[in-house]
């Protein structure tokens, strides 16, 4: 379904939108990392005994690298401890079975162990995530026109390239054509300041002032290119 024929995107999701745009920084970003913490909180003191939430931990084999790590900035020993005993008991339990039956080779060994090992399921957080971002982008890709949006969009609130290439593929034409020119003129600003910054740490231009967009700009440029990131302390 095109963003033209469908429906228009939940209030609550664009005010989410809203307040991100706000700020500085890929909005998509900005929400995903909010909605991660509070699944990942939510999750370990509401969910880690509940036998859904366990038989999908299991099956993904865990939570991937980036929100395992997460976990530690929460420092729940105890909801850790109870999730990853159990996910310690099924990999041991299938690395004996697997290990102790019979291979004619040793790479056919080393493939039934894989096999063994392997998940069954994605991780569940990030299948929340995606689910977030998918509201989060439908919901963009129909409010370009607004102000509001499009002069963020096109500087300080720029999607990552990342979120603008997961926008690009719900949109139509024309808000295609509309996010290319925003992603341009963020990604242009962020080259300009980034070229001053660099002329003025040549000793011949050190007394010339920094302005605050270009010593920003370096940070600036990694988010835009690489996104925000995973791993964080809880706010």
């Not at 099924?90 to 290990?99: D, F, H, N, V």
């Not at 500087?155 to 926008?167: I, K, M, S, T």
């Not at 949109?171 to 962020?190: F, G, H, K, N, P």
């Amino acid at each position: 379904m095109s963003p033209r024929n469908r429906p228009p995107a939940p209030d609550l999701v664009f005010i989410k939108l809203q307040d991100a745009l706000a700020a500085t920084g890929c909005p998509i970003c900005r929400i995903v990392r909010q909605a991660e913490q509070r699944y990942l909180w939510g999750y370990l003191y509401e969910q880690v005994n509940d036998p859904h939430s366990r038989e999908e931990f299991i099956a993904a084999r865990g939570f991937c690298a980036d929100h395992a790590r997460a976990l530690l900035a929460f420092h729940d020993v105890l909801g850790v401890a109870i999730l990853y005993r159990h996910l310690v008991g099924e990999l041991t339990a299938a690395l004996e079975r697997a290990s102790s039956a019979a291979a004619r080779t040793l790479r056919a060994a080393a493939q039934r162990i894989a096999a063994a090992l392997a998940p069954d399921a994605g991780c569940p957080a990030c299948r929340h995530v995606r689910l977030h971002e998918d509201a989060l982008l439908h919901a963009l890709v129909v409010r370009l026109e607004p102000p509001e949006v499009w002069e963020r969009l096109c500087g300080p609130a720029a999607l990552c390239v990342r979120h603008f290439l997961a926008a690009l593929r719900v949109a139509d034409r024309a808000a295609q054509a509309r996010l290319v020119q925003a992603e341009l003129t963020a990604l242009r600003a962020v080259a300009r300041d980034l070229d001053e910054l660099i002329r003025k740490f040549d000793y011949r231009f050190r007394h010339e002032t920094v302005t605050p967009d270009e010593a920003a700009s370096w940070t600036r440029a990694i988010e835009l290119c690489a996104g925000a990131g995973r791993v964080w302390p809880p706010t």
